[in-house]
């Protein structure tokens, strides 16, 4: 009996609206993200640029955060992602000063001293743009301009932290100087460092385990709040077709109704989930052939398994608790505001970003040996959430059983009778 409820779940969900705009949005999401497939290609000695690693390096970190802030102020502009996205941000007057006392703590040097070394950088600037001009094409500047200025000696990280700190909190939030983003700073990679690493997607991830990560990152993104819409729109077609008593009075369980439809949604979230990992799939096992690399074929049903189902599973049980419990859509926007913080709370960090959060990232192919450190939190991560949508499962279960024998009666419904 359990099979025939699943099976007429899941032409429920064929014979639904929602679910074909779930398949297109989906498949939009993979096609602009995912369209291009790029190829690593194995270094060799005396390029000019073997990309960047990462790194947590103090010194560097406060380098690098001293070059931005001193370009920012000195255009008095600055760039911030207070809520994950753009914004740029214009000081007035009194807040610049602040700015400049800023820099003038962490380098130590006097306003005069400051102002100076502007001077300087802007007339190497025009002498750049200049020579630029007169040979009639870009000249790309890979020096750190302000170079010069440095970091006063006995300023120590602490000082240092507390300074970008305030400067954060001047800035409204999200800017370069946050916590977040000076937990790391990227430096310029040797070859011997990109060969490691090219030698590492081949031996560690061979190949399709690198791109099966970065599937999971950018579909990932949709997983954690398209399916919301679906179990949503399933509780409440029942209520809507006035077919809910119809249903209470079915000699079928309670807990065999529920899981039917959570196990059809499930079906019917992963099914295209898989389909469209076929292609980066082939592309990767391709791309291995042709370097005569060994692959993992089941390295995409893996991945998908153990980093995308949670977020699904999720998704889905928040959808079926609140909408039995209240009778409206509210989860939607449960789920929507638990996915828009789970989005932009990692901040710039798209590599390695896990601790507890919903979505984890991994923009990038290859950076095993980060992929490594994290492997850990993640496992702990999707379990958890396992666990978490199992509970609700289970709620879900129980609010449905208790409203078949009328013992409960929703929060929607008991707001309608009042305004009734």
């Not at 949005?25 to 960047?52: C, H, N, S």
């Not at 409204?172 to 690493?197: C, I, V």
Request: charged share 20%; proline share 2%.
């Amino acid at each position: 009996m359990f099979l025939t409820l699943l099976k007429k779940e899941c032409i429920q969900y064929l014979k639904s609206i929602t679910y074909y705009i779930f398949l297109i949005a989906l498949t939009l999401d993979f096609i602009t993200q995912m369209g291009t497939f790029e190829t690593v290609e194995k270094p060799e000695p005396g390029w000019e640029d073997y990309g960047r690693v990462r790194t947590t390096d103090k010194d560097l970190i406060m380098r690098n955060a001293l070059s931005d802030l001193l370009d920012e102020y000195d255009r008095e502009e600055y760039t911030t992602y207070p809520i994950g996205f753009y914004k740029k941000v214009i000081l007035n007057d009194e807040e610049q000063e602040q700015v400049k006392e800023s820099l003038l703590r962490i380098t130590g040097l006097t306003e005069q001293e400051l102002d100076q070394a502007y001077e300087e950088i802007h007339k190497e600037m025009e002498e750049l743009y200049q020579q630029a001009l007169s040979g009639n094409e870009a000249i790309m500047v890979e020096e750190d301009l302000y170079a010069n200025i440095t970091i006063r000696q006995d300023l120590s990280w602490q000082e240092f932290a507390e300074e970008m700190k305030t400067l954060d909190h001047l800035l409204g939030g999200g800017s370069k100087y946050s916590e977040s983003d000076l937990e790391f700073t990227w430096r310029k990679k040797t070859y011997e460092q990109a060969l490691e690493e090219y030698e590492s997607l081949i031996k560690n991830d061979r190949i399709t385990n690198a791109y099966a990560r970065l599937f999971c990152d950018y579909v990932g993104i949709m997983l954690a709040i398209l399916p919301v819409f679906l179990a949503v729109t399933r509780v409440l077609r029942d209520r809507k077709a006035q077919a809910e008593q119809v249903i209470f009075m079915a000699g079928a369980g309670s807990a065999k109704i529920v899981l039917s439809r959570f196990l059809a949604a499930v079906l019917m979230t992963v099914i295209p989930v898989i389909v469209l990992s076929c292609s980066t799939m082939l592309q990767s096992v391709y791309y291995a052939k042709s370097i005569q690399a060994q692959y993992d074929a089941f390295a995409f049903i893996r991945h998908i398994g153990f980093w995308l189902l949670p977020m699904i599973l999720v998704s889905l049980s928040v959808g079926f608790f609140l909408t039995e419990l209240t009778d409206s859509a509210i989860a939607i926007l449960v789920q929507g505001a638990w996915w828009f913080v789970s989005i932009f709370m990692t901040g710039m960090n798209l590599v390695g970003a896990v601790g507890w959060n919903l979505v984890p990232r991994f923009n990038a192919v290859g950076a095993f040996p980060i992929y490594q450190q994290m492997k850990g939190q993640l496992m702990k991560n999707r379990l958890f959430y396992v666990g978490f949508s199992l509970l609700l499962l289970i709620f879900t279960i129980i609010v449905y059983n208790k409203k078949r024998k009328g013992e409960f009666v929703s929060v929607g419904t008991m707001l309608r009778n009042r305004k009734s």
